[in-house]
C-alpha cells in the first residue's frame, strides 16, 4: 500500500487510541479527587506531567488548577494532544484514506469529532465530566468494534493495529505512572486505605480493576504494576500491547518472529525479549517511575524506526525526492 | 396542513414535473402521487433525515474563509427531477455527437490544424486562448482518445427546448454527488421509485475503470489505475475519494508518484510499483512542474515527459480546455459539421463574441437583457445576469468589455426551467440545469442520469454551489 496511506491509518488510530487515553487520565484524577481527604485538596498539576506537555501548558496557563487543566487537556486547539486535537487529526488522517477504511469506520470517525466539536462548543462537558469522558471511552470503543467487525486484516489493519497498540502500550506506563506524581497526605499514608482507595482509581481508569481482581485480591501495588506492565492477557497491559504489535509488524513484513529485517523489528523485538524475561521486583527495585520513563523512551524509538521503514522512501538518485510525509506530533 | 401540489405555481416557466394546466406530467404522475399520499410532516421528516445521514457520512464541502471546522453538506432536495425517456433519447443522441466531434476537434488543433487552414475558424482565436497548451502540440494520445470524461450542462428555455449551456472536458465534478442523491433517493422513496422504472446509474464507477483500463499500453496485462488528487483539503476531495473507492483503486496525491527510469511509480511499504492510467483531478497547470507551471507542489516532475513516450496514460489528455474554451464553444455548429458532416442535434445557447467589432456593439448596447461571461471563468463567478443587474454592474462589465473584448461572451437570458422544492411546508419552483457525465472508451457511453442543480435562491438563475446552488437526484425513465 502507499507509504502515504499507511502512514495516515497508523495515525488515525494512534490518534483516536490517544483521545480515550487522555479520558482515562482525566477520568482517574476525578477518582481520585473524590476520595482525597477534603483538606489535601485537589492535585491537577501531575496530570500536565504525565502527559509530557508541561511546557505548552505553562506557557499558556498560570495555575494549574481543575478549570485549567481540564481545558487545556480537553478542548485545547493549540494543545496537539487534547481531546479535541487528537479526534481532529484523526478524523483528518481518516479522510485521507477514506477508501481505505470501510464506511462505517469513516462515519464512526466523523460522528466522534462532531461529538467532540459539538461538546467544546456549548460547554457543557464540565458540568458533567464523568458523562463526556465516558461518552469519549465508549466512542473509541465503538471505532475498535467497527473496525473489527468491518476491516479485512489486511495490511493496512496490521499498521492500524500498530498505531492503537503502541500508543496503549506507551499510555497504559503513564496511567501507572499517574501514582508516582500524586502526593499521599504524608509518607506514612503508604499501604493504608488511602493508598489503596488510589490504586483501585488507577485500575479503575485502565478498565483493568475487575480483571486484576480475577488475578489477586488484594491490592497490591507491586501486583497492580505488575498487572499493567507484565500480564500477557491483559489487553491494556504493556507486554500484551507490545507482543501484539510485533504479531502485526511481522504480518507486515513476512520476516519469521524470532528475525528481525529492519529496524523497527529489532527495537520492538529487543524491548519484547526484555520484558518477557523480566520479574516485576527488579523493576521495583530499580524504580518504578525511572523503568517507565525509559521505556517510554524506547517506545518513542520504535515509532521513529516506524516511521524510517515505512512511511519514507527515498529515490536512489534523490535528484525528484520530495519529503513525502512528516512525523506527526508525539506525546 | 397536507402538502400538496394544489397551490403550486409554475408561474409561467416551463417545469419538469407540472405543466401550465397545474398537472403533474405522465412521467411525474407515480411521484406526485405518492407525495401527495404521505402523512403530514412525513417528506420533511424525510428531507432532514437525508440531510443528517450525509452529514455523519461527511458528504460535506468546507466553506472557504469562515471558522475553522465549518462544513456544510452540498444542500440538497428530496423531489427528484424527472427526463422521460423520449427527451433522453435526444439528449443521448445530441451529447454522443456533440463529444465524437470534439474529440476530433482536439487532435486536429494539436496536429494538422485542418480545420484552421480551411478558415472554418480563424488561427487567431485557438492559438491566442489561454486554454492552448503548445506542450500538447503533436502529441499522440492513447487511442486517440483526448476527452474521456466530460461533463456537460443542458438548459430547458420556456418553451422545453434543451440547450447545451457549456462543456467541460478538463476535470468536471459532480457525479460522486449523483450515485450518493441515488442512494438516498432509493431509502426515501423507494415506491415510486420502483413504481417508476427508474434507469440504474449505479455502474458508473465500473465503467469509468473499463474506461481508464482501456488507455493501458496494450502490453500491460492488468494495468495499475490510480486517481490523483490535490490532497484533501481540495472541494471534491470527497469526491476523488469516493471514485478511487467505487473503483478499488489507490488515491495518490502528487508525492506520492516519481518518475523514475522512464516510468511513473508510487511510494509504497514495500517499494516502487509502476502506474499505468492516472485519472487525475488536477488541472493541466499543476500537473506538472517540468511542462507547466513551475511552481506547482501538486504535480509530478516529468510527469509529460512519461506521458508523451506513451508509457503512462493521463485522463482527461492535457489540452482538452481548449475545447470547452468559451469562445470556440460559439463555433460548435462549424466543428460538428466540419469533422462530421451533420447537422448539430442539440443546440447552443446563442452566443455574442465580443471580440468581434459588430457583436460586441450590440452587446454593450443590451447589457441589461444578456448574460456575460468571462471566457476563462466558471463556477458562477466573473458573470452579469443583465435583468438582475445595476445600472453600476452593467457599466463596470461595459468597461471590462472594452479593455479585454478576447475574454468575453453574451447570451441572451433564458427563462430556464424550473422544478418544484420542498419549503418546509409547501413546495416551491426554482431554476435548475443538468449535468449528464459522458464516458469516451471504447466507445462512447451516456450516464442515463446527471446532476441536476438547484438555484435555492427565488428567482435566481445561478446554480453552482458557490453561489447558492443545490442539487436533486435525476430520474432518467425507462419508457
Redesign the interface.
Known sequence: ??????NSIYWMSRYLERAENVARFIGVNLHLSLDMPAEFGEQWGPLVNITGDHELFTKRYAEPTRENVLHFLTFDRENPNSILSCV?HAR?NA??V??IIS?EM??QA??FY?LV?DAAANKSAFENPHDFYTAVKTESHLFDGITEATMSHG?AWH?LQMGELLERADKTSRILDVKYFILLPDALAVGTAIDNIQWSALLKSASALEMYRKHSKQIDPSKVADFLILNREFPRSVLSCLDRAADSLHA?TGSSQDAFSNKAEQGLGRLLGELNYTQIDEIIHGGLHEFLDKLQTRLNWIDDALYET?FT?R?L?GD?????VQSQAQA | MPLDFKIYDTENFYDELIDSAGIPRPGARILIERIESLPDGDILARQKAAEAAMYNMGITFTVYGSDEGTEKIFPFDIVPRIVEARDWEYIERGLKQRIHALNLFLDDIYHDQKILKDKVITEEKILSASAFRPQCVGLDVPRGIWCHITGTDLVRDRDGQHYVLEDNLRCPSGVSYVLENRQILKRTLPLAFEASRVRAVDDYPARLLETLQYLAPDHVPSPTVVVLTPGMYNSAYFEHSFLAQQMGVELVEGSDLVVMDGFVHMRTTRGFQRVDVIYRRIDDDFIDPKAFRADSVLGVPGLIDVYRNGRVALANAPGTGIADDKAVYAYLPQIVKYYLGEDMILPNVPTHICADKKEREYVLANLDKLVVKATNESGGYGMLVGPHSTKEQQAEFAELIRNNPRNYIAQPTLALSRAPVLMEDHFEGRHIDLRPYILYGKDIYVMPGGLTRVALKKGSLVVNSSQGGGSKDTWVLSE
Request: aromatic share 10%; glycine share 0%.
Open positions: 500500500m502507499l507509504s502515504r496511506v499507511a481532529r483528518e479522510r485521507s477514506r477508501e464506511s469513516w462515519e466523523n460522528r462532531l466539536k495490511e499498521f507486515i515505512f522512501l529515490t538518485t525528484n525526492d520530495q519529503p513525502q
